[in-house]
């Protein structure tokens, strides 16, 4: 079966920024190219950071705010304050930049973008440069895979659960989720053919209607 990583959603073709670039043309690339996140690369296509749309709607956002600093001001506003001031996408970013290396499992991704709060992830390769980027709404695209690819991954996984064959186990996919049907020997196997088939990328449930004969989970 084939491991889905972050180079077969990726966008590859990315526009990007550089330190210099000043902040009129960010918002120009975010608005005329319709994305949302800006990596920002230096002469070697390093990425450095990155500008979202987030970043660049503190100047809007705080236009006629009185912006002196304060006494007792909290890391984010004094952030913020800098960033409503900033006019170079290097003023702007976030940085470091969160990345992923080029062959990361989507699944990976998905864990890093949640534990850090990122919504996009430009993504490396071996040497370090920018290879692609890679958003939330990418990472969805393997739940649009065909029915039929996820039941010939499903029969693939079920090759590994002792006496599971068309004989004895009957598979269907709709919208992406399994209905495993049929009589193993053991219970055991039933959930170790559903635990199977649940870490398919684009499997978005499984339906367990799998009968067994012996109850071996107390053994």
Known sequence: MKTW??????????????????????????????????????EQDHVVGVVSEADLLH??????????????????????????????????????????PAGTPIAAAARLMVAVGVEHLPVIDDRGHLAGIVSRGDLLKV?????????????????RVPGADEKSVEVSVHDGVVKLSGRLERRSATLTA????AQIPGVADVADELGYEFDDSAV
Do not use: N, Q
Request: hydrophobic share 45%; aromatic share 2%; glycine share 2%.
């Open 5 to 42: 990583t972050v180079d077969d959603v990726m966008t590859v073709k990315v526009v990007c920024a550089r330190v210099d670039t000043p902040y009129r043309e960010a918002v120009d690339l975010v608005m005329g190219r319709h994305v949302d996140a800006l990596p920002v690369v230096d």
């Open 59 to 100: 100047k809007i956002e705080r236009s006629g705010v009185d912006d002196r600093p304060r006494l007792f001001e909290s890391r984010r506003h004094r952030e913020e304050r800098a960033k409503a001031a900033a006019h170079t996408a290097g003023m702007l970013m976030t940085s470091p930049a969160v990345t992923v």
């Open 143 to 159: 739940h649009l895979r065909p029915d039929a690819d996820l039941v010939a991954d499903v029969w693939e996984m079920l090759r």
């Open 194 to 197: 559903v635990a199977l088939a």
